[in-house]
């Protein structure tokens, strides 16, 4: 079945630091492809996402490029802040069913 | 618009109980699923529906049952709760499948004793 790989938490960084959180996928179709942002204490937020092939999603500093070739939906931000302390989840979905997530990544960003 | 309504927040209950969580969205979204949040495991699909009176089942269906009567609601039954169901329950709503943004509730804390 489908599936979504991230990389394993925690991820420490300095206020300003670069950040790259990597999210690979497994799946038989053409899946829409999303990040989810969690607060501590709150539900998942929408922060970008990507319906086909090259697209790139943008939200709040954040990209992530839609590549095929390699299966793969990184994604980074230029400059962490410490409000972007937060939980990461890669997801993907497919017409007809539901959202399938991975196992999320825990950005800390210290100042 | 309230969103993605969960109730309750909060629940306590004794290994055996039965109990519905109960997930209502006012934005005429077809598109509704319930996840269990465990620590180290994400988000895990329990069970969806693509519209009223369809449902299906996710990669965790065991000891849950579900019913979609109207576009509005999606209630999640837990037919007789066992303590490996403790766990944060989220409800997500979409007005479309592929490529439509979900929007989640704020969740319910179950705790099974």
């Known amino acids: 079945g489908d599936s979504v790989t991230q990389m394993e938490g925690p991820v420490t960084l300095s206020e300003e630091a670069f950040l790259t959180i990597n999210c690979t996928y497994t799946?038989?179709?053409?899946?829409?492809l999303f990040w989810y942002v969690q607060y501590p204490g709150e539900g998942l937020q929408l922060l970008l996402k990507?319906?086909?092939?090259?697209d790139k999603g943008s939200n709040k500093g954040f990209e992530a490029t839609y590549r095929k070739e390699t299966t793969s939906f990184h994604l980074e931000k230029g400059s962490v802040q410490v409000s972007d302390s937060a939980v990461y989840f890669c997801?993907?979905?497919?017409?007809?069913?539901?959202?399938?997530f991975g196992k999320g990544t825990t950005l800390s960003v210290s100042s | 618009n309230a969103g993605v309504t969960q109730t309750p927040k909060f629940q306590v209950l004794k290994t055996g109980q039965s109990m519905t969580l109960q997930c209502a969205q006012d934005?005429?979204?077809?598109?509704m699923s319930w996840y269990r949040q465990d620590p180290g495991m994400g988000l895990r699909l329990i069970h969806y529906?693509?519209?009223?009176?369809?449902?299906d089942q996710g990669e965790v269906p065991n000891g849950y049952n579900v019913s979609r009567s109207t576009t509005e609601d999606f209630p999640l039954r837990l037919l007789s709760a066992a303590p490996s169901q403790t766990s944060v329950y989220f409800c997500?709503?979409?007005?479309?499948?592929?490529?439509?943004?979900?929007?989640f509730g704020s969740g319910t804390r179950l705790t099974v004793v």
């Open positions: 997801a993907l979905n497919q017409a007809g069913t539901a959202l399938i």
């Open positions: 799946a038989t179709g053409y899946p829409s």
């Open positions: 990507a319906t086909k092939a090259d």
């Open positions: 529906s693509v519209g009223a009176g369809i449902t």
């Open positions: 934005m005429n979204h077809e598109y």
């Open positions: 997500a709503s979409s007005y479309t499948g592929q490529g439509g943004s979900y929007t």
